[in-house]
């Protein structure tokens, strides 16, 4: 069965650093683009990342730009999501997902396993 599971989240300081993991069942892993997305309260899920399979092209959300870095192992069938020099705002549930149809890598309703999520809060 096709599951994804997010890790890494958690407390931080404003400026402060979080590496987000997503580990994959391994037969589909390496068939699909991977992204990140995330939801804070009161508020629609976005989207934050995404990397092709060969890690050959990388989306971002302006937003984040500069300040976090998306990468994947398919060795380990896992994708990361570093993220640096982190804001409040920046304070949601994360999740990963495969890009499973479409085009277009920033559209939610292009994604489907979607992992459970993992918490971010980003405290000032």
């Known amino acids: 069965q096709e599951q994804l599971v997010e890790s890494g989240g958690g407390l931080v300081q404003a400026g402060g650093s979080l590496r987000l993991s997503c580990a994959a069942s391994g037969r589909f892993f390496s068939s699909y683009p991977m992204g990140w997305f995330r939801q804070a309260p009161g508020k629609e899920r976005e989207f934050v990342a995404a990397i092709t399979w060969s890690g050959d092209r990388i989306y971002y959300r302006d937003s984040i730009k500069g300040r976090f870095t998306i990468s994947r192992d398919n060795a380990k069938n896992t994708v990361y999501l570093q993220m640096n020099s982190l804001k409040p705002e920046d304070t949601a549930v994360y999740y990963c997902?495969?890009?499973?149809?479409?085009?277009?890598?920033?559209?939610?309703?292009?994604?489907?396993?979607w992992g459970q999520g993992t918490q971010v809060t980003v405290f000032s």
């Open positions: 997902a495969a890009k499973v149809s479409g085009s277009d890598y920033y559209a939610t309703l292009n994604y489907g396993y």
